[in-house]
């Protein structure tokens, strides 16, 4: 089973862009398919991307068209680049792997393995 470690979070004013990366452990980081969560104060985990193992994307309606998911399997990590940051995406955001799983992957119980979570602040 994989490890997984985020980086990349911070404060950035509306406007702005940071990506995030997770990084894995453990053998078979090709065969996971790979998300991001995110949990706003007083909220649930909410789903925002996935890339499968077979490279499929998903999103979140609320991130579609600013936020893009990639992956690198030689250097088994993850990327979320965010672009056009809005308060709204102000939440700790965590990274996720299933094991070959397939389309969407929006149920948190589905995955393996998360990391443990990268503050990503967004000021008007």
């Known amino acids: 089973q994989v490890q997984l470690e985020e980086f990349g979070g911070g404060l950035v004013q509306t406007g702005g862009s940071l990506r995030l990366s997770c990084t894995a452990s453990?053998?078979?980081?090709?065969?996971?398919?790979m998300a991001w969560f995110r949990q706003a104060p007083g909220k649930e985990r909410e789903f925002v991307a996935r890339?499968?193992?077979?490279?499929?994307?998903y999103y979140d309606d609320s991130v579609k068209a600013r936020f893009t998911i990639s992956r690198d399997n030689t250097e088994k990590t993850v990327y979320l680049q965010m672009d056009s940051l809005k308060p709204d995406d102000t939440a700790i955001y965590y990274c996720?792997?299933?094991?070959?799983?397939?389309?969407?992957?929006?149920?948190?119980?589905?995955?393996?393995?998360w990391g443990q979570g990268t503050q990503v602040t967004v000021s008007s």
């Open positions: 453990g053998p078979q980081f090709e065969h996971y398919s």
């Open positions: 890339i499968t193992w077979t490279i499929y994307t």
């Open positions: 996720a792997a299933e094991f070959q799983g397939n389309d969407w992957g929006k149920n948190p119980l589905d995955y393996d393995a």
